[in-house]
């Protein structure tokens, strides 16, 4: 039977491919959990200290019954060498229960970067081992799953072609069980990697998995493990965000800007003991490839952003970028999360990507090709309305969430399917299905009438907006309606 091998990167570089399992004979310390996993080393950099400490890690991350499953983690000694187009591997994972780290020329784990690194693949690598160990339960494979499966609609992938579905040969970042070793981490991982990487996937061009209540899950009715994600939770979002102008500061050829930001907190059940970080990240294109090997020439040295996870300072809310005008990849993305350090649970906003190469003037944009439009308020992108609708060239959005964005209070009439809204001096009547609109006292004409849709009023976007103060264009090149309150 031919092995599958799943290569990883959890913010590092890895590729995947198929090739006989080569064991060295040199077998220098080795260590044997409880559950019967065997821990060893070809590394004499390695001891069985740091074999314990590295089934220390494993534990972090939540798991089932598919950990007594595993048989065994090796670290290799060295680096691997297995390169192909997208560089060397970091870990790789034997179907149905081995793991080889490729760290065994790290003298020990007392460096915290090393530590992070390896904790992280090894989340990744054991995230092939749960994702395959509960697929093949219901007779499914992670590395030959198609478009129409279950788990391809819950991951909201269905529809992309890039993914290797079936076995096609594709970059790492599109391969299913690579997606599927990454939500992992995001799902079941251990506090301290979101604490120190955040909210993060390898592959920044599909939704991320912690967005997608259904799938937390999809995997929790297979498992029986429950989820770090507080999906029934209202996520926090960010409400303001802009540039500090007089705190420019200049070191040597950069430029020190600040920017200021407020969010609003996660509300509901689990969201009581969350502590907020700030997550600032670079945006590479399609298949991050964290910038780590020789091959990357995607993102400079000298990055021309600051970019990191940085705990929210209550009182000034603010946070630092340094930016260098002679690099072309000021583009970044903003995540607010709030994380409890004792149950690993958390809520996060959507990612917010704004392109900073005017420094003093960041502009939010819409980074997924595939939206068929997108919704900015005061430079702000919108994301958690239900998908705006075009009809007869008029744009419909749900009249609640508007109005509670421009803090208008709304009062609504069941029976006469009636909504009054009220902001400062402007005071608005619209009836569902009716194209007669009340505009302090006096009647107007809408071309399309507001109307439940999935039993939400849909109002007229540019009207309502306008008349309350709103200014409102359309951006053509991007598909965007940009409002700017006054």
């Known amino acids: 039977m031919k092995k599958s091998l799943l290569f990883v990167l959890s913010f590092f570089l890895m590729l995947s491919c198929s090739i006989p399992s080569v064991w060295a004979a040199d077998e220098f310390a080795s260590y044997t959990s409880p559950e019967g996993i065997k821990f060893k080393t070809q590394s004499q950099n390695w001891n069985e200290e740091s074999l314990k400490q590295l089934y220390s890690f494993l534990l972090r991350n939540k798991h089932g019954e598919e950990l007594k499953a595993l048989r065994n983690v090796t670290v290799m000694k060295g680096a691997c060498t297995w390169a192909g187009d997208e560089g060397d591997a970091a870990g790789v994972y034997y179907a149905p229960g ?32 749960f994702t395959y160990y509960y697929l093949r339960k219901i007779r499914m494979s992670p590395d030959n799953i198609s478009s129409t499966s279950e788990w391809a609609k819950v991951r909201q992938i269905d529809y992309q072609p890039s993914v290797g579905w079936n076995q096609k040969k594709v970059k790492h970042a599109w391969a299913p069980e690579e997606i599927m070793a990454e939500d992992y981490i995001l799902l079941f991982g251990s506090t301290d990697l979101i604490m120190k990487y955040g909210v993060r996937e390898e592959n920044q061009e599909i939704l991320n998995a912690a967005y997608i209540p259904e799938l937390g899950k999809y995997w929790e009715d297979l498992s029986g493990v429950k989820s770090n994600v507080l999906s029934k939770a209202d996520r926090p979002q960010l409400t303001a965000f802009q540039v500090l102008k007089d705190n420019k500061v200049h070191v040597n050829h950069f430029t020190l800007e600040e920017y200021t930001f407020d969010y609003k907190p996660a509300s509901g059940l689990g969201t009581e003991s969350l502590k907020y970080f700030v997550q600032i990240s670079p945006y590479y294109g399609s298949a991050y490839n964290g910038g780590n090997t020789t091959k990357s020439n995607l993102y400079p040295y000298g990055t021309p952003i600051k970019f990191g996870t940085q705990n929210i300072d209550w009182d000034k809310k603010h946070f630092e970028f340094t930016a260098d005008a002679s690099t072309g990849y000021n583009a970044a993305s903003i995540v607010i999360v709030g994380l409890d350090e004792k149950t690993g649970t958390y809520s996060s906003s959507p990612p917010y990507y704004y392109s900073f190469k005017d420094l003093v003037n960041p502009k939010a944009y819409n980074r997924y ?36 964005k421009f803090h208008a209070t709304v009062t609504w009439d069941n029976e006469t399917q009636t909504a009054k809204v009220a902001k400062d001096n402007t005071n608005l009547v619209l009836t569902i299905n009716s194209n007669l609109v009340t505009v302090n006292g006096k009647s107007t004409q809408l071309e399309v009438p507001p109307q439940l849709i999935d039993n939400k009023t849909m109002v007229p976007l540019r009207f309502i907006s306008e008349q309350l103060g709103a200014e409102v264009t359309w951006d053509e090149v991007e598909k965007s309606v940009l409002i700017k309150t006054r």
């Open 369 to 404: 090709s595939y939206s068929e439009m997108s919704l900015f308020i005061n430079n702000i992108e919108e994301t958690y309305f239900a998908t705006p609708i075009i009809k007869d060239g008029t744009t419909l959005v749900p009249l609640r969430y508007l109005f509670e």
């Open 98 to 129: 081995d793991i080889e780290l490729c760290y065994g020329d790290i003298n020990t784990l007392t460096s915290v970067d090393d530590s992070f690194r390896i904790q992280s693949v090894l989340c990744h690598e054991y995230g092939h081992h």
